[in-house]
């Protein structure tokens, strides 16, 4: 039988709206969702079908048999499973209290469910993994709009001219976000890109700055130090909505051009010419404010300064500008209901709100649990369940992660792949992959909000579970009905959409309901109360940050240079991999199976290293390394060594990613607690490593 | 009579390699054969800016196809708008048409031992929809452009 559903793709966290064919449950086509991207998909969403074939994925629930991470399981059906997760939880909160099991996630849409389960279970330790990616810009963004990082959105399309430092956009991709700045460009719109190595996104740019790593802050410094000078910003929005700009003007004093332009490695003509080109388009010219800012000492203050030149600007809700997202109360609907729960008033295990109190107390900052399990303190933590977040290939040193994990009694993996934490966990509850499970319903704001929501193509093809059906299940049996009370979808669905008046019906034509059918922009005179900061204004200087200890302004501290030998580690995305997620993916590794190791052709002459000769890259320490072929090239900085992040993974039962390519977290040996005081952030890029040729070149022949 | 051609924006183009995996699903393709691939020209300088060129390559359905006689079953076959296709039932994988074609065009499928190549997605287009490849292409850079011709 043949079947056409909407529904939302799975492959990376986009969630890009799709429409998905299939003929006797089997997936036969999937494509963008024409009413919302006119078909347009990329190679990771078409290769859904090929992770839902994909036999290399946990086909039932998985118990440990072995010692932990020696890859001995037994299987096990779903009611020994659950039981068996259930009971060990049981009996932890009963010796440890409930504040003893952690939760993480990826994030995403539906985190207010794993998050309403942890909650209900009695603890407050909920997190996610944006202390590895966005939790600087997070921070920034709160310290001086007072809304988080997705307070804002960018009507790219309609602007003049687009910065981007280091946010590699054509390989990070959204396809709906790459639409409209290939549309700005084409209609004569301007991309300015800044980053230590050429990317494809810089390759469609029409100015680029390759600077020195770590001197992104020192850009933005001068440009607003220029901006400053030649009045280029909107005086009467600072006026009406801005508090801290004339401290902002003494402190920008000394950040010339010329001095950036040292500091960078960048021509001092080029920074002006970039400058002139702002006053020319302004107002409608976005600084993005970074995504994935988990990367240098001052990665928080560098996300303040593009946000203030956004200030400078004056572009907020304005066409071509900066919008705050628009929900449903602001069509003059009432909103969805969500599963949710309230946080239990215990402290959080990673100090987030007690010992930390300028940081959001929502997800906490994952890595900082791990100090704190190795010494009980406040509390031991005895379990942690992940949530299709692989802690071990996401954030730093998984050895010293794992020697923090040793410490619980209990790890559970709960994904669609093997991941790395899942092959070092107790339990592995095989999710189903997202052609094959529904979700519950979200609310996408934007200037048109949408409801929308996953609806399941094809019946789960292994003995897998959706999300909603495991926390159900988990629920049951630990008497957290009242939180988690639906027996099927459909109940969800219905209760969920009650307030709306809208029923499930409604999502049949399109995929998605429409809350507004035009464009939503406030009165930009009356921004008032959208600010939540302490002054209800845009705080260049914030009274929160001075009560945390921390300057609002930073000057500027030249990174270090790496030490003779040794190369900084940077790492990236490319568009055919969502990290560590895909790289087993049977389509998506064979366009790409491996990383390389991107070397300056200066660095690669003095190691004597050409192109495809392999090298070796060893961690600080030497405690890890891997061998993998160069890439010589004048684009990349040659203090840096590239590499693309979700590789040299360990899985044995993924055997196409097996020891494929060298992993940029198991390089960052101690980085765990290499973070950042202001943002919260990890920093990812203060990493050295050894690069040496390797000397498996050899061309001898021993062997027969 | 209508001719095909699928051509390449290249402006927009972000090498993504969407379509050649798009085009890959839609003939449910095994690891091995790409019946059409994106190129990219090592990075060059343009006026300040590195750049690169990209190509999409795929069979160029030939007026004169040097494939078509080399097959000894005739299972290579034009159709009267110019698409170039293999008849799967006809095709004995010998592969003479990969020798033939001056840019090796036909791949065998590891799967089934025969000859693949782009058909334009003919059924599709028979259907009424694009190729695959323009279809879902990220970024609205592959454009199906047809020629009427007497
Ligand atoms: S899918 Fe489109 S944008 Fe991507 S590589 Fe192919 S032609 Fe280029
Ligand atoms: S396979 Fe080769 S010879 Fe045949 S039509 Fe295509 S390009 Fe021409
Ligand atoms: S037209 Fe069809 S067969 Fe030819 S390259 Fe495009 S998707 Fe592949």
Redesign the pocket.
């Known amino acids: 039988m043949k079947k056409s559903v909407y529904s939302m793709c799975g492959m990376c966290t986009v969630r890009c709206p799709i429409r998905v064919e299939s003929e006797d449950n089997q997936v036969t086509w999937i494509e963008g969702n024409p009413h919302l991207l006119a078909g347009a998909l990329c190679a990771k969403g078409t290769a859904g079908i090929a992770l839902l074939n994909d036999s290399q994925r946990p086909q039932q629930p998985l118990i440990r048999a072995g010692a932990r991470g020696s890859g001995r399981w037994r299987e096990a059906t779903w009611d020994e499973a659950l039981d068996y997760v259930a009971d060990k939880l049981k009996a932890i909160k009963n010796q440890y209290g409930p504040e003893s099991v952690v939760l993480s996630s990826r994030g995403g849409p539906w985190q207010g469910m794993y998050k309403a389960f942890i909650h209900a279970f009695g603890s407050p330790n909920y997190t996610n993994h944006d202390c590895t990616c966005g939790r600087n810009t997070h921070h920034a963004s709160l310290s001086i709009n007072g809304v988080g990082r997705k307070g804002f959105a960018y009507d790219i399309k309609n602007a003049k001219h687009l910065v981007l430092f280091g946010r590699d956009m054509f390989s990070a991709l959204r396809i709906a976000e790459n639409n409209q700045t290939l549309d700005m460009l084409e209609k004569g719109g301007r991309l300015t890109y800044v980053d230590v190595r050429q990317t494809m996104t810089g390759a469609k740019a029409t100015r680029f700055f390759q600077v020195r790593p770590g001197t992104d802050y020192a850009l933005a410094l001068g440009v607003i130090h220029e901006v400053i000078k030649r009045e280029y910003y909107d005086k009467g929005f600072i006026a009406q909505y801005v508090t801290g700009f004339e401290e902002l003007c003494d402190f920008i004093e000394q950040y010339t051009p010329a001095w950036t332009a040292k500091q960078c490695g960048i021509k001092e003509k080029d920074l002006l010419a970039f400058v002139d080109e702002i006053g020319e388009d302004r107002p409608s010219v976005i600084f993005h404010p970074g995504w994935n800012l988990a990367r240098y000492q001052d990665s928080f203050y560098a996300s303040r300064a593009m946000h203030i030149l956004n200030v400078l600007m004056g572009n907020i809700e304005m066409k071509g500008g900066l919008f705050i997202p628009k929900g449903a109360s602001d069509c003059g609907k009432a909103g969805i209901r969500s599963i949710d729960c309230g946080k239990p008033d215990i402290r959080r295990g990673d100090g987030v709100g007690w010992k930390y109190n300028h940081f959001d107390k929502g997800p906490g900052l994952a890595h900082l649990f791990f100090e704190n399990m190795l010494k009980e303190d406040p509390y031991p933590i005895k379990a942690w369940i992940a949530m299709r977040h692989d802690l071990c290939s996401g954030m730093p040193d998984p050895q010293a992660q794992k020697l923090a994990l040793d410490k619980c009694d209990l790890l559970v993996s709960i994904d669609t792949n093997y991941s790395e934490f899942g092959w070092y966990s107790d339990v592995i509850l095989p999710e189903s992959t997202y052609l094959e499970r529904d979700t519950p319903i979200v609310q996408q704001k934007g200037l048109k909000p949408r409801l929308s929501l996953r609806r399941k193509a094809v019946e789960p093809k292994y003995d897998t579970k959706a999300n909603w059906e495991i926390f159900t299940e988990l629920a049951a049996r630990l008497d957290l009905e009242e939180t988690f009370p639906f027996k099927s979808i459909e109940e969800l669905w219905a209760w969920q959409l009650e307030p709306t008046g809208y029923t499930i019906a409604d999502f049949e034509e399109k995929g998605f309901v429409e809350l507004s059918d035009k464009d939503i922009f406030y009165d930009r005179d009356k921004l008032d109360g959208k600010f939540g900061t302490p002054s209800g204004k845009i705080e260049i200087v914030s009274e929160k940050l001075d009560q945390a200890g921390l300057v609002s302004l930073k000057p500027f501290e030249a990174p270090p240079a790496p030490e003779k030998g040794m190369l900084r580690l940077i790492y990236g995305k490319v568009a055919v991999h969502t990290q560590g997620h895909t790289t087993n993916n049977p389509m998506l590794s064979e366009l790409m199976p491996t990383n390389t190791a991107w070397i300056n052709t200066r660095q690669a002459k003095k190691l004597g290293v050409e192109t495809g000769d392999l090298v070796e890259i060893s961690s600080s320490d030497h405690s890890y390394n891997a061998t993998v072929e160069a890439l010589v090239t004048d684009h990349v900085h040659p203090e840096a060594v590239f590499v693309y992040h979700g590789f040299g993974k360990e899985i044995p039962r993924q055997t196409r990613s097996l020891h494929a390519g060298v992993s940029d977290q198991k390089l960052m040996i101690g980085k765990l607690d290499d973070w950042d005081q202001a943002g919260g952030g990890i920093n990812l890029c203060q990493v050295f490593v050894h690069v040496k040729k390797s000397i498996r070149n050899t061309k001898r022949r021993v062997e027969l | 009579m209508k001719k095909y051609m699928i051509h ?1 924006n290249s402006r927009r ?7 050649e995996v798009h085009c890959k699903a839609n003939k449910n393709l095994p690891v091995g054969p790409f019946l059409c691939t ?1 190129h990219c020209t090592p990075l060059q300088k343009v006026g300040g800016v590195p750049k690169t060129e ?1 190509t ?1 390559s795929h069979c160029r359905h030939c007026e004169d196809p040097l494939c078509v006689p080399a097959c000894p079953t005739n299972a290579m076959i034009q159709r009267d708008d110019g698409i170039v296709y293999v008849d799967a039932e006809k095709c004995i994988g010998c592969m003479a048409c990969q020798k033939a074609c001056p840019w090796e065009i036909p791949v065998q499928n590891p799967d089934t031992d025969k000859a693949v190549k782009c058909d334009m997605c003919m059924d599709r287009l028979d259907a009424g929809l694009k190729p695959a490849c323009v279809t879902k ?3 609205h ?2 454009k199906l452009v047809t020629l009427e011709c007497a």
């Open positions: 390449l183009c972000i090498a993504c390699h969407g379509c994106i990209i999409f292409c990220t970024t850079a592959l």
